[in-house]
């Protein structure tokens, strides 16, 4: 257990100055290389913003709507995660897809200039999952409180600076959800927010069906939308997480399928550290007009 403990905690290496656990810098020109299918789907987020969500739901429009086809093995096996490399016997995500036929539902964290250029070549349906910043933060600190592939988290309030400063696995926020939104209509990305999905989540699904050149019933529709609820996913161990040992995700600091609501923030944020945040966000972020919201 102390030996292995100690693989965790993964130190943070930069690639092109964009801060990655060691295991992935250190294979980084297999990651680059990484030639996808043309049919393959890519699910690029931030950590923690609705990535699993996501791939649940693509993976439902893909299979009809079929719950039991969609339980055949847990979502990072069903959906691989691009740039994973972490120490034996876990394989990498590369490894994964050797043996997985295309169409694959590929997920990366990887900030748009680091997403491997075959990607863009192949014009792969990419979909990407914004998340107001204060809400990402707060989901990101208490999944690096139970996930020990993250540093550290250390205090919230130090939390704070780290995210503010870019310092956090795979970088800036800012420029992540920036990087992506820049690039969508040349690059025919399908950009969606958590927000949305959450408050709608029937035109959202209905969204990524239409982007996905899909079309399903109107009662498959339903289904779908149900089956990727959170209440529904929280109890769905093929969907949950609950996979990864507990050495590795500790459920008992924080479940992985933690509250997924819009507004949490208000309970983690002083109103100074509020004040203090907006200021910073709105210097970082006045160059676009990204539609984000902080409540619904
Ligand atoms: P919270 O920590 O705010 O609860 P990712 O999949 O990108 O790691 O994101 C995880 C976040 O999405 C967590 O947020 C998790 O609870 C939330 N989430 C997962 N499935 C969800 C669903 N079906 N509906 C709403 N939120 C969901």
Request: proline share 9%; with cysteine; hydrophobic share 35%.
């Amino acid at each position: 257990e102390r030996a292995s403990s100690s693989l965790y905690r993964f130190p943070l290496l930069p690639v092109r100055g964009i801060p990655l656990m060691n295991h992935i810098a250190n294979s980084w020109d297999t990651i680059w290389a990484f030639r996808p299918d043309p049919s393959d789907i890519l699910i690029a987020t931030y950590p923690k913003s609705g990535t699993t969500w996501t791939q649940e739901i693509v993976d439902l429009l893909l299979h009809n709507g079929d719950a039991d086809a969609c339980k055949r093995a847990p979502t990072p096996e069903r959906s691989p995660f691009l740039e994973l490399v972490a120490p034996p016997p876990i394989p990498s995500g590369i490894d994964l897809m050797k043996n997985m036929d295309p169409p694959r539902i590929i997920k990366t964290h990887l900030p748009f200039q680091l997403v491997p250029p075959a990607f863009w070549e192949n014009k792969c349906k990419t979909i990407y999952v914004a998340r107001n910043a204060k809400d990402n933060m707060v989901s990101y600190y208490h999944f690096a409180c139970m996930s020990k592939t993250q540093p550290e988290p250390g205090p919230w309030e130090g939390y704070i600076s780290k995210f503010m400063r870019g310092e956090l696995a795979w970088g800036s926020w800012y420029d992540h959800v920036k990087g992506y939104w820049k690039e969508r209509e040349k690059r025919n990305i399908l950009y969606l927010f958590y927000e949305d999905m959450k408050e709608n989540p029937r035109c959202e699904v209905e969204r990524i069906m239409n982007y996905l050149d899909l079309s399903l019933s109107d009662e498959v529709i339903s289904r779908i939308v149900e089956l990727t609820s959170f209440e529904i996913m929280k109890e769905n161990p093929m969907a949950n997480y609950s996979c990864i040992p507990t050495h590795v995700f500790d459920n008992s600091i924080s479940p992985f399928m933690r509250k997924g609501q819009v507004g949490d923030w208000r309970n983690h944020f002083t109103p100074e550290q509020s004040k203090m945040f907006a200021e910073d966000y709105d210097k970082k972020m006045k160059d676009v007009n990204i539609p984000f919201r902080t409540l619904i």
